[in-house]
């Protein structure tokens, strides 16, 4: 979703325009209809906030694939 602020046309309101990639590599664009601006703003939101989740995900299990390595060597030395 990308905007293209329209000065001097339509009251100066924004116009959105759906961009994706062909499979030649090109970009292509085509105007978003206003009624589905939200819809996609939601979307775009929710992807956003996923990311930052699995991020976090990611993060936390390799904190704890630490800790049951080192809890792993404890046991070890523990046993010997």
Do not use: F, W
Request: with cysteine.
């Amino acid at each position: 979703l990308h905007s293209d602020l329209n000065s001097g046309q339509n009251n100066g309101s924004s116009q959105y325009y759906l961009c994706r990639l062909a499979s030649t590599g090109q970009l292509q664009a085509e105007p978003c209809p206003p009624d589905q601006v939200p819809v996609l703003s939601m979307a775009i939101a929710r992807y956003r906030r996923l990311n930052q989740l699995m991020k976090q995900k990611r993060t936390i299990e390799t904190k704890l694939q630490a800790i049951v390595d080192i809890l792993g060597d404890i046991q070890t030395v523990l046993t010997d």
